[in-house]
């Protein structure tokens, strides 16, 4: 079954401890992005990637890190979270970056930062 | 002005009316439009896409287009109580790199 899986759904964590949250795809596509969603904001995207090795900051990187070693992988870093992290995420990927690709959505990982 | 705007809602409309959902957005050089349903504590998933002025028809669902006012409109015809969810309009930019979302318009289907 073709889908984007993001571990883990629910996270509550103190202030300044490391977290990873993974998302994979085994859709083979190109294109990989991170989202949060907060209410009345929408999804507002934080980090993309185009390809291996190429990642680039959206409208809210602050705070956040990402990597792209494989195609399949692309996990979300939060060095030092803060109480403001506090969000639903959601990774998304696409066939391409072009502009008529649908994007597809993981499950959305619900964190907390106390 | 926000790059995507939608107006929030929530709207309440009656089983089997006609639900019109609103989206405007700012960046003239978009060429796509997407609109994707959330169901509460859910992910988006993707019901219409547009590319060209005029209306696109799928099912009950119409996606209008008007690129001279930035205007994309989501028609739910015969509306059903499972219709309610969130509706979020998303434009690519130009070139394609980055979407943006709006915040989304609630819709209630009143059985």
């Known amino acids: 079954e073709a889908q984007v899986t993001q571990n883990p759904r629910y996270l509550i964590t103190v202030t300044g401890k490391k977290l990873t949250v993974t998302c994979s795809q085994n859709m083979n596509h190109e294109y990989m992005s991170w989202y949060r969603q907060d209410p009345g904001l929408g999804l507002r995207q934080i980090y993309y990637?185009?390809?291996?090795?190429?990642?680039d900051k959206g409208d809210v990187p602050e705070g956040y890190k990402v990597s792209r070693k494989e195609k399949r992988n692309f996990p979300l870093i939060l060095e030092s979270p803060s109480p403001n992290q506090t969000s639903l995420y959601f990774c998304?990927?696409?066939?391409?970056?072009?502009?008529?690709?649908?994007?597809?959505f993981g499950q959305g990982t619900r964190l907390t930062v106390v | 002005q926000k790059e995507v705007e939608q107006n929030s809602g929530p709207l309440s409309v009656p089983e089997g009316a006609i639900a019109s959902l609103n989206c405007t957005y700012s960046?003239?050089?978009?060429?796509?439009f997407f609109w994707y349903r959330q169901y509460s504590g859910k992910s988006p998933e993707l019901i219409m896409s547009i590319y060209s002025n005029g209306d696109k028809e799928d099912g009950r669902f119409t996606a209008q287009l008007n690129k001279a006012s930035q205007y994309v409109s989501l028609l739910i015809r015969d509306s059903q109580p499972s219709d309610s969810a969130t509706y979020l309009c998303?434009?690519?930019?130009?070139?394609?790199?980055?979407?943006?979302f709006g915040a989304g318009t609630r819709l209630f289907v009143k059985a």
């Open positions: 990637s185009m390809n291996v090795e190429v990642t």
């Open positions: 960046d003239r050089g978009s060429q796509s």
């Open positions: 998303a434009v690519p930019n130009t070139g394609g790199f980055k979407t943006i």
């Open positions: 998304a990927s696409s066939l391409s970056q072009g502009i008529r690709t649908e994007a597809f």
